[in-house]
């Protein structure tokens, strides 16, 4: 059979394609690249947002890191994923005393190391001197560290981000005892003496509605003691785990919450008063072990207020919805890189698949989510390093912008996972190759910190309605424009009239209980609106910077596909998408061009 020519030329991340065997007929996957090194838009935007120095200073830790990623890791992830390996429960040891330990698979324990020991993900924003640097990392700098990592293991980044987020609790509101009794070990990056977190909410009552949670605590005199059990324990082992209770003669709802922290052993060693039930049987993640707890009586310290508990623990909520954002992008791209890789080598009827119309279209449809949450999450966490610092505009869009990521990445995650998949075909659904697990795992998103409906009411009727945070994001997003030379004034327009549209219909959803059932319509359309934004921006400062405006054209792209705006439309539509797919450098003057097409 003889192929046609492919107008299409390997980029940076199909270079590994040509050391193929001439004589394989199975397309290739991405295991044995470097994750980073593959995806120049990640290290656009870290050159935007990042101070030189610290640029500089992570680039190698960046490149170890997407190294590690593309092949070890990659190499465990899978070992840890298959059903022989998953987690198992110890009750008792030989003497018959009880434990209730989770036996690993060495894969997993392995993944720890290097997240925790390694490169010290956890502990990035929380102390001082991780991988070298003298201060603190910034946030964006963290989220990139995951970003690449949940590339190949979705599953742990649970108990590293927890343990993140429960620091973060015991830093702002627990006493000096409490950061003295656990932090140190919450933040250390030493193999052996580092404390994994978890946050236990979830009881059998259900997850949102945590007002009708019926875990008790009572004060003995000396401790307070926990009785109930909790439904869905993710990180069922961990070291510190942060949970609400009742205190007793507290009022029922939430406001009679509070908030503890439970050690698992007690300082003489003993294992504290808790029970692992069982561990759950799981669609995905699971290398991470989620279980029933019951508490009998278990030794636990209160946090804070007592009577603050619920609003103390949802100030790790951006924490953690930020952190979902960034993994729901981080496993569309390793979707993405997989359906390029498949269908730069894959040839059929006489054609490669990236030669067809229809498939160039397919591969664009992928493309567009997980470019538009690269650009929300680097702008969320650039936001939030200066919400930190007292901003109190930036405060206000990561509110919003928070809850409007984790709704829509989460979502497109499902899709985009389903659509790469479909790419590869059968073998896609088989263990062999890493889809079937991207499509399990992608489901998740969509459960944990809320759901969709819950992230799209926080955003519209709270975030919004009682905040008017979507002012104050379309004001600041507006001022950017403005401030990017070189915008078409029809395209800057558009984009200024897409973010109206989506800001006056926050507002129409919140004008009656009947219009929240459009909550969910007008957080796509902010989120949308907002990333075409984005990508317009930075595929200017880009263009400029390193001769690549794709941004610029996945911005246009944005309005016609996801914003269906009408007036996008015109005879570039093949040629922008057969630029985008090549994967080389668009210059800005061809860029605009297109745009004006």
């Known amino acids: ?31 044995g690249m470097n994750f980073y090194a593959i995806d120049p838009g990640l290290s656009d935007l870290l050159d935007m947002y990042l101070p030189t120095d610290a640029r500089a200073f992570l680039e190698p830790h960046l490149q170890a890191l997407g190294q590690v990623s593309g092949q070890r890791l990659d190499e465990l992830a899978t070992i840890a994923d298959k059903e022989r390996n998953k987690p198992v429960l110890r009750t008792r040891n030989r003497f018959g005393v009880d434990e209730d330990w989770v036996e690993y698979h060495p894969s997993y324990l392995e993944m720890e190391r290097i997240a925790f020991a390694d490169f010290g993900i956890h502990a990035m924003t929380r102390v001082d001197g991780v991988l070298g640097w003298p201060g603190k990392h910034s946030p964006l700098a963290k989220y990139a560290f995951q970003y690449l990592f949940v590339q190949s293991e979705f599953g742990l980044m649970c108990p590293i981000c927890v343990t993140d987020s429960s620091a973060f609790l015991i830093e702002r509101y627990g006493d000096e005892a409490l950061k003295t009794r656990f932090l140190p070990g919450m933040s250390s990056t030493q193999a052996g003496q580092y404390l994994r977190g978890a946050q236990f909410m979830t009881e059998r009552s259900g997850g949102s509605d945590v007002g009708t949670n019926r875990l008790q605590a009572q004060w003995d005199g000396t401790n307070w003691r926990l009785s109930g059990d909790k439904w869905f324990c993710s990180a069922v082992d961990a070291d510190v785990v942060l949970l609400l209770a009742r205190p007793e003669g507290a009022p029922e709802g939430s406001r009679g919450l509070a908030l503890f ?151 497109d ?23 079937e697990r991207l499509v399990r795992d992608a489901h998740l998103g969509v459960l944990w910190e809320g759901t969709s409906n819950i992230n799209a009411l926080d955003a519209v009727q709270r975030a919004a309605g009682k905040e008017g945070a979507h002012r104050v994001l379309a004001e600041s997003l507006a001022d950017l424009l403005q401030r990017t030379a070189g915008l078409p004034d029809r395209f800057c327009t558009q984009l200024l009239d897409s973010l109206e549209r989506a800001t006056v219909f926050m507002d129409q959803c919140t004008q009656t209980r009947e219009a929240q059932v459009d909550s969910r319509s007008a957080s796509s359309q902010m989120y949308h609106a907002v990333s075409a934004v984005l990508l317009a921006v930075e595929g200017m ?45 668009i210059p800005l003057e061809d860029a605009l061009g297109l745009l004006l097409r």
């Open 1 to 31: 059979m003889t192929l046609t020519a492919s107008p299409f030329k390997q980029g940076p991340a199909l270079e590994r394609l040509a050391t193929c065997p001439a004589d394989q007929l199975i397309a290739p996957d991405c295991r």
């Open 261 to 411: 922290a439970m050690p698992r052993r007690l300082d003489d060693g003993r294992r504290n008063s808790y029970r692992v039930a069982r561990l759950k049987d799981k669609l995905g993640t699971r290398s991470m072990p989620s279980g029933e707890v019951i508490f009998e009586g278990a030794v636990a310290y209160l946090v804070g207020d007592i009577e603050r508990g619920l609003k103390q623990m949802l100030d790790q909520v951006n924490l953690s919805r930020l952190s979902h954002g960034v993994r729901a992008a981080a496993m569309m791209r390793r979707c993405l890189n997989e359906a390029l890789a498949v269908s730069n080598y894959r040839a059929a009827f006489g054609q490669r698949l990236i030669d067809m119309p229809l498939q160039r279209r397919q591969l664009i449809k992928l493309m567009l989510p997980t470019e538009q949450a690269l650009s929300v999450f680097a702008y969320t966490a650039h936001l939030f390093g200066q919400a930190e610092e007292g901003d109190s505009r930036a405060e206000l869009q990561v509110r919003l912008l928070t809850p409007l990521l984790k709704f829509r990445t989460c979502r």
């Open 413 to 435: 995650n499902i899709r985009v996972a389903t659509g790469s998949m479909e790419v590869r075909g059968g073998n896609g659904y088989i263990e062999d190759f890493v889809n």
């Open 541 to 585: 400062q880009v263009g400029r910077k390193s001769g690549d405006a794709r941004r610029l054209l996945i911005s246009r792209q944005v309005l016609r596909h996801r914003l269906q705006v009408a007036a996008m439309a015109g005879d570039a539509e093949a040629e922008i998408e057969q630029r985008l797919l090549t994967q080389q450098a």
